[in-house]
């Protein structure tokens, strides 16, 4: 009997360790690269810091590919599995023959979420001010430096002629070189503009996402293989991103600054909430997740004024509305 029992006690120690191994293999492991870490993407950061992604079964490593060029090349790479963005990249590299090219699963922001800065503190800023004068934009052929040249035409401004246009200062280091001295105006997204306000180095004078009205500005993507071999996991991403959506749209600034927080941890949390309460008066975030076609033809257009493409890529090819669809019936019921 007592031989019986010592043998019953060793089953059970070996068992617990290999019960404790199993929970630890629960998760699958998706790599996330963004193209920026920024206030501006508040429902992602909820869905990680609430628990979203693990109860849809998913380990997110989030990591910040400073830039659409660099985000798009980790997915290519197979880096990275998921990569978020501007879905223009998609397009390019679709137009560049690539056969396992990226898909859009799912639209998160639907206004641009960067902001012009002035030099001038006390400045009573109109358009026509931009004349004769330098801004730090984004990088040629980007969402950033596009929607902004589309605004500048929309104002009767000629974005080549009438002000210098600063395209070659990597993406994430124009706050930097603003506050060194360059240019009398830097296009930024948050935190970096409210951060020059509140060091005296510049002074928010306009909202490009105001300016530019409701454009398709970032979207989650990966490669069409990826997508094909791991639908359950594409589903459980857009489910666990509809879930952060739907926090956002159900809670106040300072409760979605309240759970966000520890992915900015150099940002006072009031600052935080200022910025979440800009981004929530200018409807800068979906209701849901899905890419409509509208929004992806005028994402096209937006590309054609801008001359970085000539032909129109079929919607069909570079979006799916699937895994949305079935996310929003997911979080209603």
Known sequence: MSRFISFCVCIVFLVIPLTGCGKQNKYTEVTLTEVAHSIFYAPMYVAIQQ???????????LVNGLGADKTMTAVLSGDSDIG???????????????????????????RAGNFLVSRDLEEEFQWSNLKNKTVL???????????????????????????KII???????TAEAF??????YTVEFEPAAEALELEGKGKIVASLGVESGLVPYTAFSAKKSYIKKHPAVIQSFTNAIQKGIDYVATHTPDEIALVIQPQFPETDRKVIEAIVERYYEQDTWKEDT????????????????????????????????SYSEKAVKATQN
């Not at 628990?51 to 490593?61: A, D, N, S």
């Not at 506050?179 to 009398?184: I, L, N, R, V």
């Not at 994402?299 to 129109?312: G, R």
């Open 84 to 110: 978020f963005m501007g879905s223009e990249s998609s397009i390019y590299v679709y137009q560049e023959g690539a056969k396992d090219y990226v898909v859009n699963f799912a639209q998160l922001t639907q």
């Open 167 to 173: 395209k070659n200062i990597d993406f994430g280091y």
């Open 290 to 321: 899905i890419f409509q076609k509208e929004n992806f033809e005028l994402l096209q257009n937006i590309l054609k004024d801008s001359k970085v493409i000539e032909k129109i890529v079929p919607y069909e090819e570079l979006v799916t509305i």
């Open 179 to 184: 506050s060194a001295g360059e240019g009398d």
């Open 51 to 61: 628990g979203y992604f693990e109860e849809e079964g998913l380990k997110i490593t």
């Open 137 to 163: 934009g984004g990088r040629e052929g980007g969402m950033p430096e596009m929607v902004f040249e589309y605004i500048l035409k929309g104002k009767e401004l000629n974005p080549s002629s009438d002000l």
